[in-house]
Structures are given as C-alpha cells and as structure tokens.
C-alpha cells in the first residue's frame, strides 16, 4: 500500500491592496498582516500602479479601491483582470449611493465582492470591518490555492436529496451573500411570470447598497422590488429586500402577511441574517413555501432552511460550479435537507416548475 502523501502546509493567500489614501492603505495592510494565511504581496496608490504590479506580481485577491487619482478602481478592473485573470478582486468604497452604484457595476463586469470601507472617526476601531475583511480574502482566496489533494482531503460526501411532495409555493425565501447581487439579478430576471408568490430577500450587505440592489432587481426582473418597511403588506407578485443593518422578518396578522424589521443583534455576525427570514417564513407559512440558498460564505441561513426543511418546504442550493463561494448553499445541501442542488441557470425553471405542476 502506498502512504498517503503528507499534506503540506497551505500556501498564503497573496493579496494587494489598491488605495490611495496612505491611511486607509496601512490600516488594510495592518488588518491583513494580522492572520497569518495572508500575505499581502504589494500596496499602491492608484489601478495604474496596481496594474503595473499585477502583471509582475502574482496574487490571489486583489482590494480595489473606487475613488483614486491617476485610475480609479471601474477603470483598473478590467485591465486587472486581463493581466492578473486568476485574481478575485473585491471593490472597496464608502458608503455613498454613487459609490454602491458604481460597486454594482463593477460586480457586473467581473468583480467578486465588495466591502465598505469604515469612516474616518472608526478607523481605529471597527473590529467588525477587521472580520469581514479576512473573512472575504480567505473564502475567495483560500480555494485557489488548494492542492488536489488538499481538495480531496476536504470534499464532503455527494449531498444526499430529499424527496418530497412539491406544493405550489404561497412565499419564497432566498438568502445569498458574497456573489448574491450578480446571482440574484440571473435567477429573479429568468423568472417567468407564473411565478407570480411573494419572494422575500436576505442578502448580506450595507445600507445604501440595498436601495440600489432593489433597484438593479427591480429592472432586471420586471417586478415591483422594494426594501422592506416594518408593517408593510407583502402581496403577490412583489420582491421584498431586507434592508441593510435590519434582520427581516414575516409575520401573519389576520389574513395579511406583514414585513417586521427589527435591529436586534446579528446573527452569525450578520445583520441582515437569512436565519431569522427563513425561520419567520417557516412559522408562518410552512410546507406551502420554498428556500432558495444562493452563493455566499459562512453557513447563515442554514438553521432557518432546516427549520423550513422540517416544515415540508421545498428546499434549492445552488451547486459548487456555479457559486462564487459555496459556503451558505454547501452548508444547506449538505445538511441534508435540499429536494434539488442546481446550477444557477436552472433554479428559475425549476421553481417554475412547482407552480406549473401544481397550478391551482
């Protein structure tokens, strides 16, 4: 029998940092420097620079600013990408609604994520910038540099399907974080109109960036889009987003189903949280409701599609191929608990398809 090879240690995640502000530019690279899978490999002050480095200098991740002198991050990225075209880049700005539109463009064109930048007064302080940070470089960069046989040492099991009656669904849930925007925007634009239910938003992200996610989806699919307002009624054929720093909910008043909002804390370090979403609409509406978990790290949402799962809903995860990260959609198919694990392309038709079979 021949030994199993020793796993060698995991190469560092190699990042650099785009900014033109030397102070934002150091705190970044300090935050970075702290864990130590990381290593930031250059920091520059403009995309022309940072264009110059990424052909000389292979990284993994790349934190691009929006606003700098010389090139700003819109005009850097594509040119990024076609020197350095393994590298995720992660757009990084204020929270400005012109900013939040110009982030929803870059993700468009190719972009992996974004962050918000912290304000000046807490640039010393946000510990919850710190976490987001990492926590974005590692789950976009940490894959790439795997080896086979790190891959094969940490492939689960193939995610075993449940069968279930399909009914017609009165709500859908869908819950999604890093690469939600872009994925939200193909799934709700294939949507035919027979799918007329409620559909209900947990996407993590900052206030701002929601009013113009909810305007994109509004344009791309054809169908009212509006970030929820506490008491609001959800009708058919209506998108509700929660909005950014609000945990989202649905609760039954009489024969009306209200949005309630609520600031209570985070959950999975998450405000907006799919866990509350999905548990509200599992309450409120049980078999005759759907979960769908689109690409995003971490494992939010897991708890609550469980407890939908259990209720009877049907339950859809995007697949690994089609996720930017599968962490939330890996976490729900391997829960056990999914009635379909699709590629992205495929989720509009089938959750067409619950309504056409069970057309009443």
């Not at 991740?61 to 005009?75: F, Q, R, S, W």
């Not at 209900?200 to 889009?225: D, N, W, Y």
């Not at 005759?288 to 407890?307: I, K, N, Q, Y």
Request: charged letters at 15%.
């Amino acid at each position: 029998m021949i030994p199993a090879p020793a796993r060698q240690p995991a190469a560092p995640i190699r990042v650099m940092v785009v900014d033109d502000s030397a102070i934002v530019r150091g705190l970044i690279v300090r935050m970075l420097k702290s864990d130590p899978r990381i290593e930031v490999a250059w920091s520059c002050s403009n995309g022309e620079m940072a264009i110059v480095q990424a052909a000389r200098n292979a990284v993994d991740v790349i934190i691009l600013d929006i606003e700098m002198p010389v090139m700003d991050g819109l005009t850097a990225l594509p040119r990024l990408q076609i020197v350095c075209s393994t590298a995720r880049i992660i757009m990084a700005s204020t929270l400005t609604q012109r900013n939040a539109a110009i982030s929803m463009k870059a993700l468009a064109l190719g972009a992996a994520d974004y962050i918000a930048k912290p304000t000046s007064d807490k640039l010393n302080a946000n510990e919850d910038f710190r976490r987001e940070l990492i926590a974005k470089v590692v789950a976009l960069g940490q894959p790439r540099r795997s080896t086979p046989f790190d891959a094969a040492m940490r492939a689960p099991a193939k995610p075993q399907l449940v069968r279930i009656v399909p009914r017609r669904p009165r709500m859908i849930a869908i819950g999604s974080s890093t690469g939600g925007p872009q994925a939200l925007l193909t799934l709700l634009g294939a949507l035919p109109a027979s799918v007329n239910c409620p559909i209900v938003i947990a996407q993590h992200m900052p206030a701002t960036f929601t009013t113009v996610l909810a305007q994109h989806i509004e344009r791309a699919s054809g169908r009212p889009c509006r970030e929820a307002v506490d008491g609001a009624p959800i009708l058919p054929g209506t998108i509700w987003l929660a909005p950014g720093d609000f945990h989202f909910q649905v609760a039954r008043q009489d024969q009306a189903c209200l949005a309630r909002l609520s600031q209570s804390p985070p959950e999975n370090f998450c405000r907006p949280s799919v866990d509350p979403l999905m548990r509200s609409v599992a309450q409120v509406f049980g078999a005759e409701s759907c979960a769908v978990m689109l690409t995003g790290m971490g494992s939010d949402g897991c708890a609550g599609a469980r407890l939908m799962a259990t209720a009877g809903a049907t339950i859809i995860a995007q697949d690994e191929a089609s996720s930017v990260v599968w962490g939330m959609p890996g976490a729900v198919a391997n829960a056990g608990i999914c009635s379909a694990i699709l590629p992205l392309p495929q989720i509009a038709g089938h959750l067409a398809g619950l309504f056409e079979k069970n057309a009443s």
